[in-house]
């Protein structure tokens, strides 16, 4: 179901966004961290974004995303279950990588007063103030929309006695007699050494992007150490 690029950047996703967290309320040096941890889901995020319109099957956008009515008949149990992100799910992914985005670009031009700034603070304070005000509350909204995916997930888990972390950990969902997919009809996920090959690649150009910005500081380095 899910080809390993898309597995691979959720759980990378999960460790910088935790890492980012961490170290921003250690503070002090840590700062040095909070940012490299912000700049790697930067890079994430874009990534998953430009995945989702040339990525294999099931992690296009395409192929999930749905407008509010099909989300709408899907929650009245008007449509039946589909392969991949089910209606309600994508539009929860898309709510993750909108705020989390949102987290990341303002990061670039937050600045603490102090001795920690995005790469790009520089450009224009008023802009810096709004942006890290944005910065500072987008923080709850993240710990909500997480806390409300993660509370999705045990639902599935417990009531709707479905493993969907298995599948994000190994790729394969399991189809049998329990499942209320039609056992044909589905097709596989794409993933072979070429896509993976590609999405390396795809990431790598995205590392350099971001490491490039990081190079626009007046300091010529966003790290104070
Ligand atoms: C999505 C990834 C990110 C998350 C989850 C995140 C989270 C946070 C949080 C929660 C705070 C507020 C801390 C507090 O006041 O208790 C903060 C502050 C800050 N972050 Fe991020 N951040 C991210 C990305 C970035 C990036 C990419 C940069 C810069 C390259 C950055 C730079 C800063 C700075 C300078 C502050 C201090 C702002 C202030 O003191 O008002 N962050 N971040
Ligand atoms: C910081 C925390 C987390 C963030 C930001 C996050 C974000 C995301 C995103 C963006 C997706 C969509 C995947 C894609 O198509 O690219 C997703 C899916 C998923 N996540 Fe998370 N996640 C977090 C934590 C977790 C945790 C702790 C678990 C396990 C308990 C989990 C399990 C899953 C599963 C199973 C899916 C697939 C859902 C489906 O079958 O439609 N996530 N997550």
Known sequence: MWDLPTRVFHWALVACIIGAYVTVKLGGLWMDWHTRFGLAVLALIIFRLIWGVVGPRYARFSQFVRGPRTVLAYLRG??????????????????????????????????????????????DNAWSSRLTWLHNINEWIII???????????????????NLVRAMVLGDMQIDATSDWPADGIKHAQDNWG???????????????????????PTGDYSFM
Do not use: E
Not at 104 to 112: E, I, K, P, R, Y
Not at 146 to 162: D, F, Q, S
């Open 144 to 162: 909500a929309v997480v806390a409300l995916h993660v509370c999705a997930i045990l639902w599935y888990r417990i009531v709707l006695k479905k």
């Open 78 to 123: 008007r449509l039946s279950p589909v392969a991949g992100h089910n209606p309600l799910g994508a539009f929860s992914v898309i709510a993750l990588l909108l705020i989390i985005g949102t987290q990341a670009g303002s990061g670039l031009f937050a600045n603490d007063d102090v001795m920690t700034s995005g790469p790009l603070a520089y450009l």
């Open 195 to 217: 896509v993976r090959l590609a999405a390396l690649l795809l990431f790598a150009a995205i590392c350099a992007a971001v490491w490039w910005l990081t190079t626009l500081a």
